[in-house]
């Protein structure tokens, strides 16, 4: 189908903007100031940005959606088909939180350097390898004998969701037209994330009923193939032109690779230590931990040092430090840390309220979670339409005060009560905050980022989210196991032991949620409008 093509001034900004389709300068180092037009330029070393027709937009989102849809989808499998798992590849005890864990681990550590290459070698390319990497491996998690082969197969899905995810971000908010159709197509990357979860719980369930837990991997992968090929045609190509230099030689010479090393060895550190510590706490004793920390935590002071060593010398750095000086950026980046966890911890720990206090079923503490991931599906569509006409300021304060009011329910909650006294309003309200962030946070932080490093602004927001979960789940973990440990129960395993941990995580969840209150209060203050179409 046609495209139009077009060529950008600025990159997209949170503050409404006049209209630019002029020649733009060479892409400039990120810690540069964005440069005027200039009628001078050789326009072989321009950035042509393709604005795709209305149609191809369309099947764009859909089959980047899809991509993402698919991935989440394996994440609620494995969450509803572990016990069966388990006995079938006969995981040990230590890790059995491994095929969950070591997901979160490889994306979150990989995320900046598969946005990075995406910048450089291209968001189309990257894209397509991450998705055809992606659907392999799903069909191979199908395939896995022994439990290792399931723990490195999904350690390879992570990587590919590290490639999808950036250069899916680019591809949307360099070649999708802006305003509504953009702010939709970034809406849709969060309704499909959502939605793929809330169908691998259900759908996963079904298969591991009728037909095993193998089957469900086998269709994740066989449709991720599909729409992979579909990618080959449909997603355009890089908006770049290349001249030149060969990739190899753009790829060493356009990424900061010494800070992109720094940043992924502090995350795939820290990332791994708190994997261990959620299965057990007292394994920060161990001495590997405790060296993996060290290296976590003198990584971040020498990547700061590095950032200001190459801004100085006026080389690409990474993230420069001048960006976290912007309230709007630092406050989204805090706020999807502490939002992520909250949710992710909430979908957790609720489902345990339900299976082990309230007992029911593990399908019937699923159906209990489902209007959550509804109601946060519907928030996040409902945001990409209408947030240009919205209040920023307001819109993520009180969906904010919204979801700190579900932890508050389900910390008071009694568990005599009916679903429908507390427990129902608290799973409607506990996805909003994170929902409605996705978009309006990605409308942000892609504005801060020149047009040429949209994938690296993806990978920014997603890795700030994975590094939440991360966190959460540890932190709460540990919480939980102390309190219960700590119970007058005798028995440290009953509804009444188990419940004292339970509420004193959904307190923590609480104040998590009552800090974003703040933080979105004084950070955002100054923000305008985000995904106002410019003229």
Known sequence: MATITATELQPVDFIASGASHHMIPPPRKSHEPPAEASPTLDAAEALAVTTLAKTRAIIVI??????????SFCNGVIVVGLPAMIETLGLEDGLLLWPTSVFYLTAGSCLLMAGSIADVAGTKRVNLMGSFLGAVVALACGFAQTGGQLIAFRAIQGISYAMITPSAISIISTSVEDGQPRNIGFASLGVASTLG????LVLGGVFVDHTGWRPAFYFAGATSIALSVV?????PRDSRRRQGKSIWKRLASEIDWIGTILASTSLATLSYVLATLSADVHNIRQASNIVLLVISAVSIPAFIVWMHYQVKNDRIALIPNSLWRRSAFTSICIMAIFTTAVTNCMELFSSLFFQEVQGFSAFGASLRILPSLIAGGLAN??????VSRMPVKWVVLISSA??????LLMAVIQPEWPYWYAAFFAQILAPLS???LFTVGLLVVSGVFPAHMQALSGAVFNTCAQVGTAIGLTVTSVI???VTAASHETDKTSPGALMEGYRAVFWTMFSWMVVVCLVSALGLRRVGGVGVKRD
């Not at 569509?381 to 209408?386: E, R, W």
């Open 480 to 482: 939980s196991a102390s």
């Open 402 to 407: 919204l979801s700190a009011v579900s932890a």
């Open 197 to 200: 979860f809330s169908l691998g």
């Open 381 to 386: 569509l409902s945001t990409g339409i209408f």
């Open 434 to 436: 994170t929902d409605i």
């Open 231 to 235: 990618g080959i045609w449909a997603l």
């Open 62 to 71: 859909a089959q980047l959606s899809g991509l993402t849809l698919f991935g």
